[in-house]
């Protein structure tokens, strides 16, 4: 991996947007969590769709950012700065776009799973109202 040279008062360098790990602990559970609903006849189907999504979501994902990095360096570079400021701009934006993607996820995966949380404890309460009240 490499890295970009900074100011003095840094000790080590900024890593480039596609040399940081990018969810090596995440994966697997989250491939987990994705074949988790599959039918076992499914699972291939379940497998290849979890799979091509995250390759294309990661591809795509870099394209954006390192475009948005390159456009925002240029953009300093023709303004006067110095190579190393014009790449920490870019990185900059790249960085502070990923993290509000990155929020904004989360929020939509609070959102979207908390009710077919709360309705499999609702319905599994139920259940368990249902079995004592027959007894």
């Known amino acids: 991996m490499w890295t970009a040279p900074v100011p003095s008062r840094a000790a080590a360098g900024v890593p480039p947007p596609t040399g940081a790990p990018h969810g090596g ?33 990661s591809a795509g ?5 390192t475009a948005l990095a390159a456009g925002r360096s240029g953009a300093a570079s023709r303004h006067g700065s110095t190579p190393t400021e014009a790449l920490l701009a ?3 934006l ?21 009710p077919a949380r709360e309705r499999v404890l609702v ?8 079995s004592v009240e027959s007894v």
Request: zero cysteines; a positive charge; charged letters at 10%.
């Open 90 to 92: 870019g990185y900059h």
């Open 94 to 114: 790249a960085f502070g776009v990923g993290a509000g993607l990155l929020v904004a996820a989360i929020a939509v995966a609070v959102v979207v799973l908390r």
């Open 61 to 65: 994902g870099a394209a954006v950012l």
């Open 123 to 130: 319905s599994a309460t139920k259940a368990r109202q249902q």
């Open 25 to 57: 602990l995440a994966m697997p559970a989250a491939a987990g969590l994705a074949m988790s609903g599959a039918r076992e006849e499914d699972a291939g189907l379940s497998s290849g769709l979890y799979n091509t999504t995250a390759q294309l979501g």
